[in-house]
């Protein structure tokens, strides 16, 4: 293999995104290089000065069945394979009167972005290139002998290389090789998974044969978890989520932890759709999280569970950020808000607090696969949408006690879908559509009962919040211990999965003591 630079003297343009042909036809032109190109792309750099010829005189067939076909032909495929190396491929080419070719330039059709804008399954089946791929992975498997270019950012580049004369070095070349093969294995991916959920007798399967799926390159992160570690963020293609968040604000960038609690956050907030509600997340955890007549409302309520907790925090709010609540967060230290949009006058109060990264997410969270890795493979599950039979009030089963009234009631479904969000094994208590004590991520129920009644007693000075306050588990009480903590602290209400072995046992303690309790049928861990 040659170590040494190729000059571009013959290049192919096939290019679906015609963006920066300018910089490509001012430099083919000022170095006098012979371009072969297709279609609309043809006339443009013919009609920017550049020395074209059609594909069609190449091949000696017209363009055909609606643009279908164009370059897959030997004329084409032949001057992009040869091994310019190699001294047989030369001879070939010379009896069979086909040049060679130094460079592919090839972007391929908006398929993702046909999907996306809800294309009928014609309009996505005509957006799946052929050709192109095939001229990509041709060039990029010939990289000993061709510079292929895929992305346009590399235009400038490109265009320098071609003025100079020096064109790639092999090195070089090998590099446009990998990224190029890298963006036709996502677009494979995205049409692979299109067509699982469209065409395959496997669509809907919640575990299909071969799952594929790809993310980009959104930036680097100055570090993971810890110092040591390095991280990068990767976003999705369609450029929904919080992966593709726009910052508004923050001297600084954000960080794989802050990631992580934003996501967190984002969720919480979002299984209260109907309401305006906030969260205020720390290493992952609530620490606060609440329902109010007005988003405002809500961050005091959900800041007042736990204040010592929210500082160095992250808020997630699901309504736009009005200017009452941006004076709330301006005394508290914040590392994170995100939320759907801010008022202009919030905002500004907002970006004077300098180290405050401030997000804007377009759309709630996404319903699909959830994806954790383990060594040597992945797990995936669907997403936990509060969608279960159990998740309605109308469906849990009363075990002890009168039936809630429309207050407590509502306070126990508030519970209920808020637990969605605490770590396991998780005890919360509430009251008034808002969080007063949360036990999280203890190795037993007993202990998240006691971390959740001491939160709710000690985090507001004067206060015994757990008194009168409604309870939720996230599973079953595997003893009548933790229940009892939570009865002798005062609670009124207590809903939960049920469907321990000992269930009887946790009812009668709570027929003894005279509270109300609801079985859901449902649990929520979240590990």
């Known amino acids: ?68 076909v164009k370059t897959l032909d030997p004329h084409i495929h032949a001057g992009i394979l040869a091994d310019m190396d190699n001294p047989d491929h030369v001879r070939q080419l010379k009896e069979l009167g086909i040049l060679p070719f130094d460079l592919v330039v090839v972007n391929l059709y908006p398929f993702q972005r046909t999907v996306e804008a809800g294309g009928s399954e014609d309009a996505c089946r005509e957006q799946i290139d052929i050709g192109g791929p095939a001229m990509i992975r041709a060039a990029a498997k010939n990289n000993a002998s061709v510079a292929v270019i895929t992305d346009p950012t590399d235009y400038p580049r490109l265009a320098d290389r071609i003025v100079s004369g020096r064109g790639f070095t092999a090195a070089e070349r090998r590099g446009l090789a990998a990224k190029a093969f890298a963006l036709t294995a996502a677009y494979d991916a995205e ?178 696969w959830k994806m954790k890795t383990i060594d040597g493979g992945l797990l995936v599950q669907s997403a936990d949408l509060l969608d279960a039979d159990g998740d309605d009030p109308s469906d849990w089963r009363l075990v002890s006690g009168q039936a809630a009234d429309q207050g407590t009631l509502a306070d126990l479904e508030f519970a209920w879908r808020a637990i969605r969000s605490v770590k396991s094994n998780a005890v919360l208590l509430a009251r008034d559509g808002a969080t007063v004590g949360i036990g999280m991520g203890q190795v037993n129920r007993v202990d998240s009962s006691h971390l959740a009644v001491e939160r709710a007693n000690t985090l507001s000075p004067g206060q015994n919040r757990a008194r009168g306050s409604v309870a939720a588990s996230d599973a079953f009480f595997p003893f009548a211990d933790g229940l009892e903590y939570l009865i002798d602290a005062g609670i009124s209400a207590v809903v939960q999965p049920g469907g321990s072995i000992r269930d009887e046992e946790v009812i009668e303690a709570a027929r003894k003591a005279g509270i109300t309790m609801y079985l859901t049928g449902t649990r929520h861990f979240m590990h």
């Open 1 to 68: 293999m040659t170590t040494s630079s190729r000059p571009i003297s013959r290049a192919l343009v096939s290019v679906s995104d015609k963006g920066g042909l300018d910089i490509l036809a001012s430099a083919f032109a000022r170095a006098g290089t012979r371009v072969v190109s297709t279609g609309r792309t043809a006339s443009i750099l013919a009609d920017m000065g550049v020395d074209v010829t059609p594909a069609e005189k190449v091949t000696g067939f017209p363009e055909s069945l609606d643009g279908r």
């Open 191 to 368: 049409v692979a998974r299109w067509a699982a959920s469209t065409w395959s007798d496997e669509a809907g399967r919640t575990a299909p044969s071969r799952l594929t799926a790809t993310w980009e390159l959104a930036h680097k992160l100055r570090y993971g978890e810890n110092p040591h570690q390095t991280a990068a963020l990767y976003k999705e293609p369609d450029g929904r989520g919080l992966a593709s968040a726009a910052q508004l604000s923050g001297a600084k960038a954000m960080s794989f932890n802050n990631y992580v609690d934003a996501d967190a956050a984002w969720h919480a907030v979002w299984d209260f759709p109907d309401r305006p509600a906030v969260a205020v997340v720390k290493h992952s955890n609530p620490c606060g999280l609440a329902l109010g007549d007005d988003i405002a409302q809500a961050h005091r309520k959900a800041h007042a569970c736990d204040p010592m907790s929210a500082y160095g925090g992250v808020i997630a709010a699901n309504r736009t950020v009005d200017l009452a609540m941006a004076r709330q967060i301006k005394g508290i230290f914040t590392e994170v808000i995100v939320a759907p949009d801010y008022e202009p006058q919030a905002l500004a109060l907002l970006e004077t607090k300098k180290n405050l990264r401030i997000l804007k997410v377009g759309n709630p969270p996404s319903k699909g």
